[in-house]
Structure formats: C-alpha cells, structure tokens
C-alpha cells in the first residue's frame, strides 16, 4: 500500500476577539480579548511550534461588518471581528520567540500600491528567516472600499485582473530586480552591492507604474509562500497560475470539490503545473472530547456564550445579504430575494434537521465556526470527519479555528494530533527545522523559492547571468 499523505495542520486566526465565533470572548476560559498584547501572539507561536503545526494562518479584514440593519452596531456590541489590529505587524514578535512554524498573513491587493507592499512583505521575510506566507486576497466589503477613497468595491473581475497585474508586478521586484548574487559585503573594496546586479523592472500597465528597482535586497523566499482564498471563475484561474495553497470554507466537502478538481486541471493543462503541488486547506473548527458526551458538553457550553446577532453581522458581510430586513420568525426559505432563499437552501442542505430557516436559524449555524463546518467528538470521530475531507474534496490539510483561545489549540494538541499520528496522518517533526516556510510546507529541503513550474521561477534572476541575458517576463 501506498504510504499515507501526510496533512497540513495549520491554526486560523485574526487579531481580534472570537474571529470565527463571535461572543464566545465571554467565556472564562477564552483569552481572545488580549489581542492586542503581543504576548498572546508570542505564547501561541511557540504552543503551536512545539507541536509542530505547519503555519499560524492570520486572516484580516479592512472594514467592519455594516451590511446587517445597515450597521455596525451587532458587530461593535458583539465584538465580531471588530475591532481588528494589521496582522502582519506581530510576526516578526512571533518569528523572534521561534525557528520553524511558518506564518501566512493575508494582504489585500485591492487597496495598496505593490512597491510599497514588496517592501513590507520582503521585510518581514528576512526578519522570519523566510518564514512569511502571503494570502493574496482582493477584499469584499464595501465598507473597507468607502475608507480607502472609493464610493464601493471594484467589480469582482475587474479586482482579479488587478490583482493578477499586481502580482506580475510583485514577482518583478522579488525575483527580477536584484541578481540573486546582488550583495557582496566586499569590506576591502567598499562594495556593498554590484550596480549592474539591480536593474529597474520598468512596469507599466493598465493598473500599475512601477520603474524599481525593488528597495530590498532578496530575502531568503524572495517570493512569499503564495496562499489564494476565492474559488468564483476569476478566482480559479488565478489560483491555477499563482497559488500554492488554496484555502476553502464550506460546510461540506461536496461544496469545495468541484472547484478543487477544476483548479489543479486548469494549473495541469494551462500553466504546466503538477495539480499535486497546489495544496489545499479546509476550515474547520474540532470540538474534542475523550468521550463524545464531554465532546458535546463543551458544544453545549459554547453555544450559551455565541452571539447570535455577532454572527448575523458576520454572515450578512459575507453574503452581501441584509437579513435584518426579514421579521424573526419569517421562513427564509419563502421570501422573494431569489440571494437569501439560494443561499439559505444551501446551508439546509448540510443541517437537515431543521425544519424552519429564519435569520436566527442561520445565525446558530454560523455562530460557532463561522462559514466552515465544527466537528464534534472523539479524536477518532474528529479524524474520521476530516479524513471525509480528504477522500471527497482531495484537500491537503486544515486551517483549524478556535472556538475558545488558546483551549481549542490545546485540545488538538493534546488529543487530536496523537490520534493523527497513530494514523500516519501528521509528521512527527519539522521536515527542515529552522527552514523556511515553503521548505516545510513541501517538505522539501532546499526549495527556499517558488517550484521551477511556478510562475514567479520565470521571473528569477539568477547568479552569474547577465542582465541582457535574462529578459523579465511581461
């Protein structure tokens, strides 16, 4: 038999109280709150590390969740995902405290001129050692495109070319500007770095003008880990090209795996990729016991603290969807906005034990865990539901989120890796320890930059070639 894949464990936050289950920074045992001290960040980064999870996944948003009642209000009471701290400004905190565990930060394309990000995101490379992942995200609400000088968001397909142009511009100043022998430290001659081994990139498209040359030296990636969420037409086949992890929330895997299988033919057929080299990532947030009765204790518990109207606030940003407008008790399934009654059908697919849909319905569902399902029970009946994940919607791993912090970390430490383990489901240690990011994301000792197949490898340049010998790619 052929040995078992190995899972991509990572943990998915935001810096903000309860991220995914909103009102659960109520509970006494949860420490979310403290956010803002960079203790909280310290201590999970090394928890997590001695455990040996792959990477700390940071989500981020740029605006507050209005779209409910027309609003901010269930989301400043409740505390849902609001208020939120820039996440990319505690890694290198968090870097300093360890060696191995990698740290995917999500930066949006939409709203930040890509020469001044190159520098933030190459910065925070040298000072991780190359440990930085970078979740390319073109953002969603309006509220964030009203802050940042726009009247509302772009169209979605007109922020995927953006983005698309924006990321061609980033691997020019990562991978093109400077020869990767740029730097000589020569102390007897007086040269720090070679003229004619920094060359401008001299971009000029339709969203972007940057001349360069990129400010920074090259970092130990160069090139970020390149993580993608988004799965509409745009968004697959700007995964196909640039990603090198997929992130997916669904409430089940026959959500995603269409999508999945779309993706790695569309890398395999159109970009020459090996489809297995794009990996994938589920949310899901595992409620564990050693028993399944104390597994559903401590659901029952969670749920007296989830903030029903937090997780309306959440579900209406997501969806676009004001339910706010539809009485209490009002059957979702039979209203005439063609958006909520689709969109409802699809969350009673996944619970069909509910015979009424009304906005309160959906904010239960979605209150503890968010849009991604929870999994609860025993470590093997835990396993058992992820490993469904694997067989049916062919993902690689799991962003697992929280329902109390730093608790539910600690309880898949403690009882859901070991019974990964015992399956050959999770490896026993860092496949390069003190390596970079991608090294142990692959598993692959060496391989600091993006794969020879990749897109960004086109854009190297390497030691020992010439400048006119080595044409940047448009």
Same mark, same amino acid.
């Given at each position: 038999?052929?040995?078992q894949?190995?899972w991509?464990?990572?943990?998915?936050?935001?810096?903000?109280?309860?991220?995914?289950s909103p009102?659960?920074?109520?509970h006494?045992?949860?420490?979310s709150h403290?956010?803002?001290?960079?203790?909280?960040?310290?201590?999970?980064?090394?928890?997590?590390?001695?455990a040996?999870?792959?990477?700390?996944?940071?989500?981020?948003?740029?605006?507050?969740?209005?779209?409910?009642?027309?609003?901010?209000?269930a989301?400043?009471?409740?505390?849902?995902?609001?208020?939120?701290?820039?996440?990319?400004?505690?890694?290198?905190?968090?870097?300093?405290?360890?060696?191995?565990?990698g740290?995917?930060?999500?930066?949006?394309?939409?709203?930040?001129q890509?020469?001044?990000?190159?520098?933030?995101?190459?910065?925070?490379?040298?000072?991780?050692?190359?440990?930085?992942?970078w979740?390319?995200?073109?953002?969603?609400?309006?509220?964030?495109?009203?802050?940042m000088?726009?009247?509302?968001?772009?169209?979605?397909?007109?922020?995927?070319?953006?983005?698309?142009?924006?990321?061609?511009?980033?691997?020019?100043?990562?991978?093109? !500007?400077?020869?990767?022998?740029?730097?000589?430290?020569?102390?007897?001659?007086?040269?720090?770095?070679?003229?004619?081994?920094?060359?401008?990139?001299?971009?000029?498209?339709?969203?972007?003008t940057?001349?360069?040359?990129?400010?920074?030296?090259?970092?130990?990636?160069?090139?970020?880990?390149?993580?993608?969420?988004?799965?509409?037409?745009?968004?697959?086949?700007?995964?196909?090209?640039?990603?090198?992890?997929?992130?997916?929330?669904?409430?089940?895997?026959?959500?995603?795996?269409?999508?999945?299988?779309e993706?790695?033919?569309?890398?395999?057929?159109?970009?020459?990729?090996?489809p297995?080299?794009?990996?994938?990532?589920?949310?899901?947030?595992?409620?564990?016991?050693?028993?399944?009765?104390?597994?559903?204790?401590?659901?029952?518990d969670?749920?007296?603290?989830?903030s029903?109207?937090?997780?309306?606030?959440?579900?209406c940003?997501?969806?676009?969807?004001?339910?706010?407008k539809?009485?209490?008790?009002?059957?979702?399934?039979?209203?005439e906005?063609?958006?909520?009654?689709?969109?409802?059908?699809?969350?009673?697919?996944?619970?069909?034990?509910? !015979?009424k849909?009304t906005?309160?319905?959906?904010?239960?569902?979605?209150?503890?865990?968010?849009?991604?399902?929870?999994?609860?029970?025993?470590?093997?009946?835990?396993?058992?539901?992820?490993?469904?994940?694997?067989?049916?919607?062919?993902?690689d791993?799991?962003?697992?989120a929280?329902a109390?912090?730093?608790?539910s970390?600690?309880?898949?430490?403690?009882?859901?890796?070991?019974?990964?383990?015992?399956?050959?489901?999770?490896?026993?240690?860092?496949?390069?320890?003190?390596?970079?990011?991608?090294?142990?994301?692959?598993?692959?000792?060496?391989?600091k930059?993006?794969?020879?197949?990749?897109?960004?490898?086109?854009?190297?340049?390497?030691?020992?070639?010439?400048?006119?010998?080595?044409?940047?790619?448009?």
């Amino acid at each position: 038999m052929a040995p078992q894949k190995k899972w991509i464990v990572n943990a998915f936050v935001e810096m903000c109280s309860g991220h995914q289950s909103p009102g659960l920074w109520r509970h006494p045992e949860d420490h979310s709150h403290q956010f803002g001290d960079v203790e909280h960040w310290v201590e999970l980064a090394k928890l997590l590390e001695d455990a040996k999870f792959h990477g700390i996944f940071i989500a981020d948003v740029l605006g507050g969740y209005d779209v409910y009642n027309g609003n901010l209000d269930a989301a400043k009471i409740s505390g849902a995902q609001w208020p939120v701290n820039e996440p990319l400004s505690v890694v290198s905190a968090m870097a300093a405290a360890t060696k191995s565990i990698g740290f995917g930060v999500t930066v949006s394309t939409t709203y930040e001129q890509p020469y001044h990000l190159a520098r933030r995101l190459s910065t925070v490379d040298h000072l991780t050692k190359g440990r930085l992942g970078w979740n390319i995200v073109t953002s969603y609400l309006d509220s964030a495109a009203r802050n940042m000088g726009f009247k509302e968001q772009l169209a979605h397909d007109e922020r995927y070319a953006q983005a698309e142009e924006y990321v061609k511009v980033m691997y020019k100043l990562f991978e093109s !500007s400077w020869r990767d022998d740029a730097v000589v430290l020569d102390r007897e001659k007086g040269v720090y770095t070679i003229p004619d081994r920094v060359r401008e990139i001299n971009h000029d498209g339709k969203y972007f003008t940057v001349p360069g040359p990129h400010i920074c030296q090259p970092s130990p990636q160069r090139t970020p880990l390149l993580l993608q969420a988004g799965t509409s037409k745009a968004g697959k086949q700007f995964a196909a090209q640039s990603a090198e992890a997929i992130f997916v929330s669904a409430f089940s895997p026959s959500v995603p795996a269409k999508s999945i299988a779309e993706i790695r033919e569309l890398a395999r057929t159109q970009h020459g990729r090996d489809p297995s080299n794009i990996k994938v990532l589920a949310l899901v947030t595992p409620i564990i016991g050693r028993t399944e009765e104390e597994a559903q204790a401590k659901l029952a518990d969670y749920r007296k603290y989830a903030s029903l109207d937090g997780a309306l606030a959440l579900f209406c940003g997501w969806t676009g969807i004001d339910l706010g407008k539809y009485g209490d008790d009002e059957e979702l399934r039979q209203v005439e906005s063609n958006a909520v009654r689709s969109t409802v059908e699809a969350y009673a697919k996944f619970s069909p034990g509910t !015979s009424k849909w009304t906005k309160h319905t959906v904010a239960e569902h979605v209150s503890i865990g968010g849009n991604g399902p929870i999994i609860v029970g025993t470590p093997a009946q835990v396993v058992d539901g992820l490993q469904t994940w694997v067989d049916e919607a062919d993902v690689d791993g799991f962003n697992f989120a929280y329902a109390l912090f730093p608790q539910s970390f600690k309880d898949i430490i403690e009882l859901l890796l070991p019974e990964l383990k015992a399956r050959g489901l999770f490896w026993e240690d860092y496949a390069v320890p003190g390596g970079t990011y991608r090294e142990n994301f692959y598993g692959s000792p060496g391989q600091k930059g993006p794969l020879d197949e990749h897109i960004a490898s086109k854009y190297r340049w390497k030691a020992g070639v010439d400048a006119k010998d080595h044409v940047i790619p448009e």
